[in-house]
């Protein structure tokens, strides 16, 4: 037993020593694009309001974003994958995969790659897909550090 409480403090020490590393490390900042503008695609038959409403709501964030930096120039590709609408108990619950290229302006070359998915919750199925569209954009403008535009 006394060999328990003496190695306790050397033991509590090093726990301590290795969790204030973690606390001082800083995280890479995420690289920043230029993003000239975008284009909203998809496959299979998506409500044309979810398309039109993700397309505007990222092309007025793109044009009320201003860069002061120079960065390197892209458009993005948006494609929505699926949606999936009145899932769920209450049927409220909407779900979009979305998957984003950023090819560069100066030479095609995809140079960034973002998927992610959205869920949205709409007690209201005519105003399910404009906001399904808006927490797409959201994401979009989260991820390309883009200005809240106006659509």
Same mark, same amino acid.
């Given at each position: 037993?006394?060999?328990? +409480?003496?190695?306790?403090?050397?033991? =509590?020490?090093?726990?301590?020593?290795? =969790? $204030?590393?973690?606390?001082?490390?800083?995280?890479?900042? !995420?690289? %920043?694009?230029?993003? /000239?503008? =975008?284009?909203? %695609?998809?496959?299979?038959? &998506?409500?044309?309001?979810?398309?039109?409403? @993700?397309?505007? /709501?990222?092309?007025? !964030?793109?044009?009320? *974003? @201003?860069? *002061?930096?120079?960065?390197?120039?892209?458009?993005?590709?948006?494609?929505?994958?699926?949606?999936?609408?009145?899932?769920?108990?209450? +049927?409220?619950?909407?779900?979009? +995969?979305?998957?984003?290229?950023?090819?560069?302006?100066?030479?095609?070359? @995809?140079?960034?790659? $973002? !998927?992610?998915?959205? *869920?949205?919750? $709409?007690? $209201?199925? *005519?105003?399910?897909?404009? &906001?399904?569209?808006?927490?797409?954009?959201?994401? &979009?403008?989260?991820?390309?550090?883009?200005? !809240?535009?106006?659509?």
């Amino acid at each position: 037993m006394s060999w328990v +409480k003496s190695c306790f403090l050397p033991v =509590a020490l090093v726990c301590i020593a290795l =969790a $204030s590393c973690s606390i001082f490390a800083k995280e890479q900042p !995420a690289p %920043v694009y230029d993003v /000239r503008s =975008a284009v909203v %695609v998809s496959a299979q038959k &998506i409500p044309p309001a979810i398309l039109a409403g @993700v397309g505007d /709501r990222v092309n007025a !964030a793109i044009n009320a *974003t @201003v860069r *002061t930096d120079v960065y390197p120039r892209v458009v993005l590709t948006i494609r929505i994958l699926f949606v999936e609408k009145g899932q769920g108990f209450d +049927k409220s619950r909407n779900v979009a +995969k979305v998957s984003v290229d950023a090819a560069s302006v100066d030479d095609g070359s @995809v140079i960034a790659v $973002s !998927a992610f998915e959205v *869920t949205s919750f $709409s007690s $209201s199925p *005519t105003a399910a897909d404009e &906001i399904l569209a808006e927490d797409i954009a959201a994401r &979009i403008r989260s991820a390309f550090s883009l200005s !809240a535009g106006r659509a």
